[in-house]
């Protein structure tokens, strides 16, 4: 089967680092995405790793190690409207993304 | 421009009927997607369609099913609805090509009782 595993749930306090990660099983991969969704909210892109290594974009960086078939999502200086749920997705052939389970990230003050 | 587009929004229905939902994508984009996500199993891919073909399916029954019209716009039919198809039903869009970016729509919640 295909599965990707990340943890449910993940607490920081506004101001720190929280990184979550993101291990996968599946075929035909092409590269792994992060999307964030907001409660009551569309799911919103935030990253594509296609190669091994690290990608920035502002606050947030993603990491991929396809020999290790792991990633992770890196979120720093965090916000009070980082709060949400952070998926990540393996590309399986064009528009094909399977999602993992999403972990949800509460900042605190 | 204009985001993803699903209509409707909400929709009631009750077991054994049918249902079909919309979803509009951005201009230019010519692959939409479908997931449905509940609480417990989260974001599972449905279908994709690129230029009125079917270019993939994920692992749900035959009641499952979609179509793409010649303006990218697409159909998700559900037939013979179940308790169990209760979810959030979200398009995507994008070029279809791989690894880009899909935008996705506000969902079409719909309650099965």
């Known amino acids: 089967g295909q599965s990707l595993e990340q943890p449910s749930e993940v607490t920081a306090v506004e101001g720190a680092i929280v990184q979550i990660n993101c291990t996968y099983q599946?075929?035909?991969?092409?590269?792994l995405s992060w999307y964030q969704q907001h409660d009551g909210g569309a799911p919103t892109f935030l990253s594509y790793n296609a190669l091994d290594g690290l990608e920035e974009t502002g606050r947030f960086s993603s990491f991929l190690s396809r020999s290790d078939s792991y990633g992770y999502l890196l979120l720093q200086e965090l916000q009070m409207k980082d709060s949400a749920s952070y998926f990540c997705?393996?590309?399986?052939?064009?528009?094909?993304?399977?999602f993992g389970k999403g972990t949800m990230l509460l900042v605190s003050p | 421009k204009a985001g993803v587009t699903q209509t409707p929004r909400y929709l009631i229905k009750t077991r054994g009927q049918q249902v079909t939902l919309s979803c509009s994508p951005i201009?230019?984009?010519?692959?939409v997607s479908w997931y449905q996500q509940t609480p417990g199993q989260g974001l599972q891919f449905l279908f994709e369609?690129?230029?009125?073909?079917?270019?993939n399916k994920g692992n749900f029954p035959g009641r499952f099913s979609g179509r793409q019209f010649s303006n990218s716009r697409s159909e998700m039919n559900v037939s013979t609805l179940e308790l169990g198809d209760s979810a959030l039903y979200l398009c995507?869009?994008?070029?279809?090509?791989?690894?880009?970016?899909?935008?996705f729509g506000p969902g079409t919640r719909l309650t099965v009782l």
């Open positions: 201009s230019g984009h010519r692959s």
């Open positions: 599946t075929s035909g991969f092409y590269g």
């Open positions: 997705a393996a590309h399986q052939g064009y528009s094909t993304l399977t």
């Open positions: 995507a869009s994008s070029l279809g090509q791989g690894g880009d970016e899909q935008f």
């Open positions: 369609y690129f230029s009125e073909t079917q270019r």
